[in-house]
Nanobody, 125 residues
Framework: QVQLVESGGGLVEAGGSLRLSCAAS????????MGWFRQAPGKEREFVSA????????YYADSVKGRFTISRGNAKNTVYLQMNSLKPEDTGLYYC??????????????????WGQGTQVTVSS
């Protein structure tokens, strides 16, 4: 099993920045992906960003490209999401996710095996 714990959410004004962190513990894999999804009230959970751990290839939703940056920590079990130029539509519960291997579409919920509890991000206008 893998446990994921997010931190770094909060309330920020539009145009501001936040940095989310996700720490993983438990089982380790030789190749895996870590990523972020978000869910706004009344909406489905959606893909935000992901990174392949072995080669560092990153993926972003069109809505966050150029504003958000995903990065790996020095430790093998930490991933960050730097969010700049935040907009009110970025508001939601942000979930960290992880999965072993690289099969499955990175943007699909079904491709991910492990989930954190989420951290709230609220952007005021």
């Amino acid at each position: 099993q893998v446990q994921l714990v997010e931190s770094g959410g909060g309330l920020v004004e539009a145009g501001g920045s936040l940095r989310l962190s996700c720490a993983a513990s438990g089982r380790t894999f030789s190749s895996y992906r870590m990523g972020w999804f978000r869910q706004a009230p009344g909406k489905e959970r959606e893909f935000v960003s992901a990174v392949r751990w072995t080669d560092g290839i990153t993926y972003y939703a069109d809505s966050v490209k150029g504003r958000f940056t995903i990065s790996r920590g020095n430790a093998k079990n930490t991933v960050y999401l730097q969010m700049n130029s935040l907009k009110p539509e970025d508001t939601g519960l942000y979930y960290c996710a992880a999965t072993a291997g690289y099969s499955g579409a990175y943007y699909s919920l079904r491709a991910w095996d492990y989930w954190g509890q989420g951290t709230q991000v609220t952007v005021s206008s």
